[in-house]
DNA sequence: GTGAAAGCGCTAACAG
DNA sequence: CTGTTAGCGCTTTCAC
């Protein structure tokens, strides 16, 4: 194939007409300095503050001159410098999403993607902008926890699929706005947050399978120190009862690969069952990849039930049973409670818990 | 199932002791304003410059004084006010990963992941942030590039899964340090960017297809508005020479929903084939099912190739052949360029192109 | 409606 | 080594 090729072109001319001049080799790393407001106050002839004026909103500014304003701007190529505008506002106009998800499997769970666009669409009509900002392990923590409460951004929207202590207590010193998507155990009583009751949505879907005449369910969980991981595991436990059996119990970490190791797991150590709740569908994939390797069938000889409802249930083979985890409820309900903590409306935390619901599929 | 719940709690402490006294309720919006680099500096009994200097490295600072002043800073919970820094330095120390990818299969594919992860590897060392961004339509596209172009970050890593004139124009034009991830289509010669011969690529994969036997090889493209879906057809149609037939080749949009669809879309119109090289893998996942479904057996009656060695490759059952696509390596590459482009070193924009391996697995 | 002027909080010369 | 002093570019009273 290919060898690695690498050249350098000198320096080609862009291909649109630039304005701005070469910049000074002295201090190559500062940009060529954009026009300031000052500039367009001049070529406009007007003064800086009907500028500023002109620039947000135009009100109090006659339309004549704010035409002219608008001319200079396009002549000079003008875009504020969001520095000196947050610095004079003492706001940012951005909102972080705050994703602590570990290394390996980050962005593996295409749930992130929903939470991002919902996110985006919802923070537009408010004039805000989405950073999607990631600590994959304990120093990126720590860098992360000083870039928000340097003042970057305005508020914060915070996935937890892992306890963070020092995080959620930098948070709370800050006191920058936030929003926790789950259950921040631990920090109920600290934070806003919007949550799905886990214990109950596990304790359906695992009754489902128990209805339908399943004898003994095994299940992969999530991760232990996670809120989800916690509650889903509850359910489960809460719905089998008497019938609970360590035997039938694997760990997983939500990513597809833990799910099938879990499997794996639990049939090696010879764990006898027709029925398994994984505490995720991505998960659940990973785990019906090992159920078929092993030679069983689902949901003939295993039933495989997952949750989440995300866009990978539909996508296994056979389609999973899952309980519907209202991701975009959650994502709007979590903007809203986020922008009224921003603009100081309403008072202290709040706190809401969205309904979940049984989706099933071929895999039970 | 649960019933929505929403609830307020009044306003609960905090619960870690925090020293900032309640915001004005007029001017709720604000926050308890944080203490300056003034406030510092008295309490350390030294001066502002000083206090700065502490916070830039403590060069040219006397232990003592450092410490008092540290002190100073601990006591007050002070962090230095971003917006105040960047329009004081004229740099933020912020870099954008600008994912410009649509609205349905945002983060489907898990190679954004691996993007985001060595980005902010390689971004730490340099002292700088990455944000991620996204552009989901054309109007968050007009939003993202106001928000590069206002002097948000100091630089951008741009990964274009489709064209998008306006944005490259605009990014051209602002003179923004801007590394493109693939070729960008027509701006070539206006930007620095790092990419893989993704014809080469396709006609050995294909090339390997045709030399283990296999009589007729169909394709599932991805979108032929994007360099890469147009080199890797381009790769398929010079192995298969004069054996190329249209009916042979369907297109998708690199999500796995479209990869079933344009198997399923081969089989409906009745071409035969016993090989199938699908433009990613993780088209490749969603053809294979379709194949399955239709009783097609992989690799049996079919040989199925995919395109970037992504972690779904190997999930895939059977595991997938295709082509190392090195994304580590571009990442890693892709930011060392933007470094020299923030900093001013070097003359020009830059170009690599990496080389790609064949992955041979079951599947084929 | 518009201009003038006072900061926003920090960095970076520049003296000493 | 440290204090002093200009700004960085914009918003926002406050007069007019």
């Known amino acids: 194939m290919s060898v690695p090729e690498v050249r350098s072109d000198g320096d080609v001319a862009p291909e649109l007409g630039s304005v701005a001049p070469v910049a000074d080799p002295s201090r190559a790393a500062r940009r060529p300095s954009r026009p300031t407001i000052e500039d367009v106050a001049r070529l406009a002839g007007v003064s800086r503050g009907t500028v500023s004026r002109a620039l947000n ?22 875009t504020v410098n969001q520095a000196a505008r947050n610095l004079a506002r003492g706001r940012t106009g951005s909102v972080a999403f705050v994703i602590s998800e570990r290394q390996e499997h980050l962005f593996e769970d295409p749930n992130w993607g929903v939470f991002v666009k919902v996110f985006s669409r919802e923070l537009r009509p408010l004039g805000r902008h989405l950073l999607v900002t990631t600590a994959q392990d304990r120093s990126e923590e720590q860098l992360l926890g000083d870039y928000l409460t340097a003042g970057h951004v305005d508020g914060v929207l915070l ?45 359906e879907i695992v009754a489902h399978l128990v209805r339908s005449g399943r004898r003994r369910t095994a299940t992969v969980t999530g991760p232990l120190d996670t809120s989800s991981g916690q509650g889903r595991l509850a359910g489960y436990r809460r719905a089998l009862g008497m019938g609970y059996d360590p035997v039938l119990v694997a760990h997983g970490d939500w990513s597809m690969q833990s799910g099938r190791l879990g499997a794996e797991q639990l049939l ?18 990973g785990a019906m990849q090992a159920l078929r390797e092993a030679g069983r069938r689902v949901p003939a000889d295993v039933a495989v039930a997952g949750f989440d409802d995300s866009v990978a249930a539909l996508m296994a083979d056979p389609p999973l049973t899952t309980v519907r985890n209202p991701f975009e409820e959650t994502a709007v309900e979590a903007v809203r409670i986020l922008d009224d903590l921003m603009a100081g409306r309403g008072s202290g935390r709040r706190h809401v818990v969205l309904p979940t619901e049984l989706v099933v599929r071929a895999s039970t």
């Not at 909103?57 to 003008?78: C, K, M």
């Not at 202590?165 to 921040?184: D, I, W």
């Not at 006898?272 to 998960?283: I, K, R, Y």
Request: overall charge negative.
């Open 159 to 203: 996935a937890l699929p892992y306890d963070d202590e020092p995080l959620l207590a930098r948070l709370v010193a800050s006191q920058l706005p936030t929003v926790v998507l789950g259950r921040p155990l631990g920090w109920e009583a600290a934070f806003s947050w919007v949550m799905i009751d886990e214990e109950e949505a596990a304790f």
């Open 268 to 285: 090696e150590r010879g764990a006898e069952f027709d029925a398994l709740f994984v505490g995720s569908d991505h998960m659940a994939i």
């Open 57 to 78: 909103g135009g009100r109090n500014v006659r339309p004549a001159v704010l035409e002219s304003v608008n001319d200079a701007i396009a002549a000079l190529g003008y």
